[in-house]
């Protein structure tokens, strides 16, 4: 059973627009969600999390929305750049260790010119 | 600061073998998390090590075992391998193994080929 889901293996967007990545879960006892980047050969980088005490975080280009109702969490990137090229995974957490974080299994997104 | 480094990057072995890999943190952390990433699946947490003990394990068989080093240095073993343990493994380190609320930052994996 994925507790955490992203439906969207892939995704297509041009340079310049909007990307948005999407993710639901089902714990309703997830109380923090992370989005990580990763480029071929390289690990995870963290982007950006959100409390679920919050409903929306941004940190530059990136916003990281969540609703809570509809166990629905997404990621907008505006404008996307070339360099947004990479798989993006979605994280939820019922606690701070390792161990009680769980990941989607990844969109890939590519920026087209 | 240097980064996380896992060694090997990439190793090839037969079903029934054994396998170890290594995983420096970056200075100063002393947790270190390891997971495993198959095609199409999401990481799955293997174990966390804090100060040179297991603190969690995830849900894997017993041929998975692992240990940390008092300079905060982790290998991870697997024996008798598998076909499905064909697989990129990645390690992690953290300051304190919060990793929900602070920043976990990983390695550039080890990518194992079981044939």
């Known amino acids: 059973d994925q507790q955490v889901k992203q439906n969207s293996p892939s995704l297509s967007v041009q340079e310049g627009r909007i990307s948005i990545l999407n993710c639901d879960y089902t714990n309703s006892m997830f109380d923090y969600f992370l989005w990580y980047k990763k480029y071929p050969a390289e690990g995870p980088t963290f982007l950006i999390s959100i409390s679920s005490i919050k409903d929306k975080n941004e940190d530059g280009r990136f916003t990281v929305f969540l609703n809570k109702s509809a166990k629905h969490l997404s990621l907008h990137i505006v404008p996307s750049q070339p360099g947004d090229s990479a798989v993006y995974f979605c994280a939820a957490s019922a606690g701070s260790s390792a161990s009680k974080i769980i990941f989607g299994s990844g969109t890939r997104l590519s920026i087209r010119p | 600061k240097a980064g996380v480094t896992q060694t090997p990057r990439y190793l090839i072995k037969t079903r029934g073998q054994q396998v170890t890999l290594s995983c420096s943190p970056i200075s100063g952390h002393r947790s270190v998390s390891w997971y495993q990433q198959t095609p199409g699946q999401g990481l799955q947490f293997l174990f966390e090590?804090?100060?040179?003990?297991?603190?969690n394990k995830g849900n894997f068989p017993g041929r998975f075992s692992g240990r940390q080093f008092s300079n905060s240095r982790s290998e991870m073993n697997v024996s008798t391998l598998e076909l499905g343990d064909s697989a990129l493994y990645l390690c992690?380190?953290?300051?304190?193994?919060?990793?929900?609320?602070?920043?976990?930052?990983f390695g550039p994996g080890t990518r194992l080929l079981v044939l």
């Open positions: 992690a380190s953290s300051l304190t193994g919060h990793a929900a609320q602070e920043t976990q930052y």
């Open positions: 090590y804090f100060s040179e003990t297991q603190r």
